[in-house]
Structure formats: C-alpha cells, structure tokens
C-alpha cells in the first residue's frame, strides 16, 4: 500500500524568502505524485502533478517540484513566497494498482509574516 | 471557477437526524469521491464511484452511503448522525488521466462542513 509522509506540520516564512515543503512517498514502483493547497474554507487546488519524465515539474503560482526516487520524496518549492501563499498544502501519490484513488499526507501548514 | 458544487457548505445539525450532502459536478466525470477531512488532519477517502451504479468504500470506514443514479450526483447521506461525525467533507472527482498512468487529476469541491451537537 502506498503512504505519504509531511515531515513538517507548520512552516513559517517571511515574505520574499524561498520556501521549500517536503513529501516523502512510500511505494514499491513509479508512483503517480501530487501536490495540492488549500486556502481556509476552501477545497483543495491542484498546483502540480508528476506522472512520468523530466523529474522537475512546473506548477502554478511559481511553484515547482522535483521527483527523487533515491530519496523517495517528491519535495515543493518556491523562490519567493508572497502573502497569499499562506495556506495548508498536501502531497499526494496514486499508483497504478488503485487507479486514481489517491493517498494523502498530513499536510503542511504554512504561514507568510510580512 | 468551481466545476464541482456542494451544498450545504456549513451545516449544524442534531443528534439523531438524517443528513444528505449533495456533490454535483458539470464536467461530465465519470469518477467521482468523497474525502473526510478533520481539522489539521489529512484527507481519507471515505467512498468512489467510477460510474453510474457504481460504487465502492474507501480507505476509512464510514457509517455513511452514498449513491450514483446520474453521472453529474454524487450525494452523501448520513441516516442518524452522531457527533463523531463532524468533520468537513469534500467531493471530488476526475476525468480519464494519460492512457499509461492509472492515477488521473481530481477536481475538488469547496466541501461541506457538518457539526453535529
């Protein structure tokens, strides 16, 4: 069964500074690997995905991501956090076996001081 | 904009009543999925459907049913509530992903957030 680890429950950042969230996966193959936000009250927002290839992946909002099977994390980044990033962000994983019935992490809480 | 509604966003209900969530979605998915949610906590998929008449338990066991009678609704109904039964609940659902993975892209509602005293 696959599994996903948010190793931090709460990350706080000043505006401007680079942010980086981590996501360790657990899965004997290629995992499928997601990340999504979720601003207060709201559901959850896709801001990227990685299925398969070039190992860093483009999302929306200026964030990006980098597979890493060595290190079994999947791991979000972003060079310069604005104020409205503030919000809970998870990782993902589907694998081929379950279809596209994901597995979520705990979730990282982020907050941006000006 | 939401191509995935749910209804009511905030409900506060008593002990011992029947409750139905409603999901719709306007993209034609034939998947769809409800998550429970507890505050700061992750998200467990609680039921799928991947077509009409079709559906299935999730990852966590769930006092709740749901049913599938038309592509777009995916309701949710709780027969006697309880208050281990708050929590917020979202609806999900997703179209045919690339031909070689098995996991496709889900499309979130805004959820429903259900308080039981």
């Known amino acids: 069964a696959q599994s996903v680890t948010q190793p931090d429950i709460h990350i706080t950042v000043s505006e401007g500074a680079s942010l980086e969230l981590r996501c360790n996966y657990s899965?004997?193959?290629?995992?499928?690997l997601f990340w999504y936000v979720q601003s207060p009250g709201q559901g959850l927002q896709l801001l990227l995905k990685?299925?398969?290839?070039?190992?860093l992946v483009q999302g929306i909002k200026g964030f990006e991501a980098e597979f890493k099977r060595s290190q079994s994390s999947f791991n979000l980044r972003k060079p310069s956090v604005h104020w409205s990033d503030a919000a809970e962000y998870f990782c993902?994983?589907?694998?081929?076996?379950?279809?596209?019935?994901?597995?979520f992490g705990e979730g990282t809480q982020l907050t941006v001081n000006p | 904009e939401a191509d995935i509604y749910q209804t009511p966003r905030y409900l506060v209900i008593g002990t011992g009543k029947k409750i139905t969530l409603e999901c719709s979605q306007t993209?034609?998915?034939?998947?769809m999925y409800w998550y429970q949610q507890d505050p700061g906590m992750e998200l467990h998929l609680i039921h799928y459907?991947?077509?009409?008449?079709?559906?299935e338990k999730g990852d966590l066991s769930s006092e709740s049913t749901v049913s599938r009678i038309r592509t777009e609704h995916f309701p949710l109904t709780l027969e006697s509530a309880r208050p281990s039964h708050t929590s917020q609940y979202l609806c999900?659902?997703?179209?045919?992903?690339?031909?070689?993975?098995?996991?496709?892209?889900?499309?979130f509602g805004a959820g429903s957030r259900l308080t039981v005293l």
């Open positions: 993902a994983v589907g694998a081929r076996a379950s279809g596209s019935r994901l597995t």
């Open positions: 459907s991947y077509g009409v008449n079709s559906t």
């Open positions: 990685y299925f398969s290839g070039d190992t």
């Open positions: 999900a659902s997703s179209a045919p992903g690339l031909a070689r993975s098995g996991a496709n892209v889900l499309t």
């Open positions: 899965y004997g193959a290629t995992p499928y």
């Open positions: 993209m034609g998915h034939d998947k």
